[in-house]
Structures are given as C-alpha cells and as structure tokens.
C-alpha cells in the first residue's frame, strides 16, 4: 500500500458521512449548509448557550436531544435563526424534517443548529433544497469532512478541525471535531457550534460528562469579544462502531477518553483564539494564588476580554499596569502587597513594585503568535486560565461594516 | 459696561483660583500640571476609585480630606503614580507639601489627582518646580481655569467644563467643574478626575451626599471602556463665599443645589462621551421594565459596553439582533415573550419578534451625532440608563501606539 494521509476531519470515526455546500444564504457562492449523519445511528450529548435569548435551533436540538438514538445533525449558517419568533420555530422543525426523511429517520431523531446574523428569517427553502442535494453527496471521504468544516464558517478565516486517536482496551477509537469561531465568544457553559464525531461505545450520561468537563476547560475559557451568542452549541455524537466494550462507568477507560476530548477541545479553543475576528495573536492569562478557582477563573477571564490590555499586546505594548488594573477592578480578592505579573518568563511587576525589565524583550515576547500572561493574586491557593486574542483595527473593521 | 463674556471655568464660583501649565512631564509642552486654590478655605468631599489597586495621591487625597478646611488641589496629567510603591506615596505627599508651602498652609490642607500611564514613578522635581511656577501664576481668571481644564487631559481632544447657576434663598450660587475623559473609564462610584467649585455654604455631610448621588447619575452611567482605573477621584470643594444662610438640611434649598449639581454632572458625561477615546458619536442606552433598578442599570450597562454593538454604532447598522443578545447574556430577568427594543424612535423588535422597519432611517438616527437604545425588557417596573459611545478604529489605534 502507497502512503496515505490519514482522515483529520468529523468523517474520521467510523460511521460518519458528512457533506458541505453552497445553498444561497450566503453570498458569491461560499458554502453555507453541512450536514453530518450516521447511518446506524448514535448516542449524542450537547451543551448549549446560557442566553436568555437563544435561538430557534437551540430550541429544537434541546427537545431532540431526549431521543435515545440520533442519525445526524443540519446546520447553516449565514443567518443566525435567532429572535425569529414562530417562523424560526418552525423553519428549524423543516430543517430536521427534510433531513429526516432524506435519511428515512424520525425527524425528532435530528439535531439542528444556526449560526450568522440574528433577526432575519431563514430562507428556508434554499435550505430544504441545498439539504436535499447535501443528503445525495454525503461521504466519509476527507474532502466531505473539511466541506463540512468549511460550511459552518462565519467570519472565520480557515476551517477548524482536530482529531485524536487513542486505544481504549485494545480498541482503536477516534475522536474528531470541527468548529467554527471568530466573534461573539465568551465562556459561557458553551461557545459557538462545535460538533465532535466519535466511535467509542459509551453511555450517554459518560459522554454528556465528558463534554461538560472539555468544554469546560477550553472552549469555555477562551473570550474573543467577551459575549455570549445566541445559537452556542457544542454537540457530541458517538457511533459506538469502535466496538469496545460499553464504557458505563467512570474507570480509567472514561477517565483516559474524557482526558483526550479535552486536549482536542482545548486545540480547538487555542485555534479559534488564533483566527478571532481581527486577532493576530494569541495569549493565556494564568491566575494563580486566588482564593478559590472561581475567583481565578474570573480574574483571568477579566483581564484577558479588558479592550485595553488587548490593545496593548496589539500594539506588542509591555503596559503591565493595564493587566494590574483589570486584576484590581474585576472584585476578586487580593493582596496588593504579594501582586506579581509576568509577561512570558520575565517579571515585570512583583510585590506591588514595578520591577525593571528590559521592554524591547518583553515586546518580543507579546509579538510572537502566541505567550503567556502569568498573574499571582497573593490571596489564596486556586489557579485557572483563560485564553484571549488582541484587538486591532481589523475587528472594528469587520464588525462595523457587518451590514444587517 | 461692555459686554463680558461670562466665566465658564472653575474660576467662576467665588473665592477659586486656578493655574495650568507645562512642568515636563508630557513631551511637546503640553499642559500636564493645575492647581486650584481658594485662599479662605474649603470644605471638600470627594469620590474614588473602587478598583482595589489605587494610587498613591488616592490614599493621600483619603486621608487629607478628614481635614475640616482644605485649600487647594495639585493635579498632574500624563503619569497616574499607580503601582509605584513607597516612591509613589512619598512624591504624592511632597506634591502636597509643596502646593501648601506655597500657600502657606498645612500639608494635610491639600488634596492631589494623577492621571496618566501607571507603573512609572513621577518625575517629582519637575512636579514640585511647576507647582512652584504655578502657584505664583494663580488666578480667577477665566484664561486661568481653563489652563487647569487643559492641564489634566491626557487622549482628550478638548476640555471639558460646565458651569451652572442658581438662586438659594436671594443668594447668587455658582457651581463649575473641568473634568477629563477619553479612556479607561466605566461606572463604579467614581470615574476618572472630576473637579468641582462652588461657592455655596453647606455642611460637609451634605456636600458629599450632594456629590455621591450626582456622579451616581452622571458620570458614573458612562462606559467608554468597561474599565475603572486605578485613580477615579471626583472632588467638590465649596467656598461658602455665596454667603447663602449655610445648607444644613435635605429641605428644598438642598433638593435645588443637588439637583443643579446633577444637572451638571450629566453634561460632563454626556461630553466624556462625545470625546471618548476615538469615539465619533454617543448613544444612551434605556432600559424599562426590568425587574429591579440593579438590573436595570446592569442591563443598560452590558448594551453600551458590548463591542459589537459599538462596532455597529460605529458602522451605523440597525443591527438590533447584538442588543438583543447584549440583554439575554447580561444575566437579569427578562421575559422573551415581551422584550422590545427602539432605536431613537423606531420600534425594531416588539414582544421577541422583529418588527418590519426602514433600515436606512434607522441608518441615520445611529449616524447622528448622538442617539437613544430603549430596551424594554417585560420583567417588572424599574428603569435606568448608561451612556456610551462608538467603538472606533482610532480606539485601537490610540490604545495600541500609547507606548510604556
């Protein structure tokens, strides 16, 4: 056999087809509608948006979820389906039905999900239409799983996909993911759509575990814009074809799966970082030495969604006083005679002094594609993280001339 | 007599004096040192920063207004003596020292502000020769207080001052302030350097009960950046040289100055707004029926400081959907069946549905120079507001070149 370059897309895991395509809900013909499906059917888990406000999709998939098997998932994007009142209602149950009965499947066996503008109803009979030719090209091929990954892009630059391999009791199992990003992004219970293929054997409650907690730790700790979308939905279906024996329990088999998911999610999270809207670099804000994990988490999150802090990195700008200010407002216990802050290994402020340090070094530091922010709170034991992405005259660009 | 233009600056008010000059701190001469002055003495109150890392002339302004009488206020712009350990108390304190031995008066007697870049000590021989120079240059001129109204900008692109008057009891009151804006500037008890005169006679209790509640309403409801910084001090000083019988009650001649007093702080918002840092227009954000004043203003918070719906302002797009999403993320009760929002007077969305509107009229009501949002959220009776303003390119610009 010649080399063979190995599936990285959704299609990876045994019994995943996918398809992507242009419906007509976007404009010069960028793909808009994608489609996952597993013929023999999954268990699927998802988290959803927080939002109050939260899109007709959202809606629907909730409802869905209770079924015990699923067959797949239809997603546009382009249009958002959010604050789209009945119509929007009843355009995301037409999604899952004519995808449905493409597959000869319940239509409540169907997962749904949007994601673009909000406010503007979908024009649902491209949709129907573009689902029907999708349903007639799915495949397991590598090209079907990056169409897909393409056709849930909004303002992203480049589809973002990863897969992980990993053995569970002599069992070859595959996990494999594609998400989009780019804006409206803040931890949040969940962000963005994010749709995770797998083969393992698990039971439902597992698997809605496992997603929980990777989320949780990646996805969930990357604030682009520091707000919540209408639609986020990260979805995890598992075919069950690796064929292992069930994991119902939370031994090491589970414990070394959900320990996988998570460094996929958090490749998943440091790539949306990376293609934010606008961004051009990445970082993580480290917080350690607050009084609870959940003070951390917050301090971290503050600091890395402060517009100015994120300017400043733009601007490769060593204005460690910006990071100390959003360390002091964001209400999380402190000591300001213990605050400390460095800006990759290099301290530049330590016991609430500024220390001298050498700017041209540490603005190397902040223009590389990606460093960290490490603050010591003085106040306690806890750590947590969060990542962010600058801010640059491009995200005004792009968002101020987003047209409705 | 001819015509005199009357006095618009903090030298109105009886009885203050004022300088503002070049000391050296700010590169290309720009003003970065005022004094205001009233040779027979003050009562001050004040408001400050909460942010838990404050500066150095924050704590010593704390503890010199315990003082009964107060004479006079150094202020310095382009370095904030945050973050600048025992250095940064001891040059707060000399700052002090030498205005009072200019005016020949207890150190205690006098308040100090900083406003600038943090973490950088301040170049104090500089500050003590220019209060030098500046006490001997003091005036009531109107040149004079508008001198200290430059002095103490920094990315400001002009003072900004308010004067008002009034009649309590036949007694002639006026009431003036400079204040600057432009960034890192959000609502939370105080917010950035705010300088008031008057001439009235009331009870210090009163003066700074008069002060909390106006800024409360006025300068505290702006948001240019979500961001408090670390030397927020609004500072009321009265002469009493109206000779008005002194204000010692909440009676009705209190309820007028107070009401004036606000009257004047919500100008000065409303002008921070319009010059915040790149901003090209302001907005107000109403929010109605909400299930308490704490949500509302929460709410009305959240929406002018969500970036993309500064980004849209900016772009002038009716894109209510990011509103819309602003209030369900923000946390505060609302119902979905009821939620309506207007820009200026065009209802866009009505009781979670989108409403059928102009969207090149809507187009032009954001375009102006200032517009309102009204969110009515179906959750109770109560109502707030908060100002913000656009999110520029130039924002980015100011904020990533503003080099350590």
Redesign the interface.
């Given at each position: 056999m010649g080399k063979k370059v190995a599936n990285n897309t959704i299609t990876a895991p045994r019994g995943f087809l996918a398809a992507g395509l242009h419906c007509g809900i976007k404009e010069l013909g960028k793909p808009d509608l994608g489609l996952i499906v597993c013929p023999s059917g999954v268990i699927a888990a998802a988290v959803f948006t927080?939002?109050?406000?939260?899109a007709a999709p959202v809606t629907i998939s909730r409802q869905h979820l209770k079924s015990r098997t699923v067959y797949g998932v239809a997603v546009n994007s382009g249009n958002?389906n959010?604050?789209?009142?009945p119509k929007g209602l009843s355009d995301a149950v037409k999604m899952c039905q004519v995808t449905a009965s493409q597959l000869k499947v319940d239509p409540h066996r169907i997962l749904v999900a949007s994601t673009g503008?909000?406010?503007?109803?979908l024009p649902i009979d491209k949709i129907t239409s573009g689902i029907k030719v999708a349903a007639a090209k799915l495949s397991s091929s590598t090209s079907s799983g990056l169409a897909f990954a393409k056709a849930i892009m909004t303002t992203d630059t480049k589809p973002k996909q990863a897969v992980r391999r990993l053995r569970i009791s002599g069992s070859k199992i595959t996990i494999a993911a594609a998400v989009k990003g780019a804006?409206?992004i803040?931890p949040?219970m969940a962000t963005t759509l994010c749709f995770i293929t797998t083969d393992i054997a698990i039971s439902k409650a597992l698997l809605q575990k496992a997603l929980k907690n990777a989320i949780g730790n990646s996805l969930n700790k990357l604030t682009v814009?520091?707000?919540?979308?209408?639609n986020d939905t990260a979805i995890i279906l598992a075919s069950g074809l690796a064929k292992n024996t069930i994991v119902t329990r939370q031994d090491a088999r589970y414990k070394k799966f959900a320990a996988v998911l998570a460094d996929l999610c958090d490749d998943l999270a440091c790539q949306m970082a990376a293609d934010a809207e606008g961004a051009t670099r990445m970082f993580k804000v480290v917080v350690n030495s607050a009084a609870t994990k959940a003070e951390a988490r917050k301090c971290a999150r503050s600091i890395a969604e402060?517009?100015?802090v994120k300017?400043?990195i733009?601007?490769s700008?060593?204005?460690?006083?910006?990071i100390?200010?959003?360390?002091?407002?964001c209400g999380v216990k402190?000591n300001?005679r213990k605050?400390t802050c460095k800006i990759g290994n290099i301290t530049v402020?330590r016991n609430?002094?500024?220390v001298k340090f050498n700017?041209k070094a540490v603005g190397r530091i902040i223009a590389a594609k990606q460093h960290t922010i490490t603050v010591n709170l003085g106040a306690g034991k806890a750590s947590d993280f969060c990542y962010g992405c600058d801010?640059?005259?491009q995200?005004?660009?792009?968002?101020?001339?987003?047209?409705?």
């Open positions: 927080t939002n109050k406000i939260f958002a959010a604050c789209t009142g503008i909000i406010g503007h109803a804006g409206m803040a949040n814009d520091g707000h919540q979308s209408t402060y517009d100015l300017c400043a733009h601007g700008d060593p204005n460690w006083g910006r100390i200010s959003a360390a002091g407002s402190l300001p605050l402020f609430g002094r500024p700017p801010l640059s005259r995200y005004v660009t792009i968002n101020a001339d987003y047209h409705t």
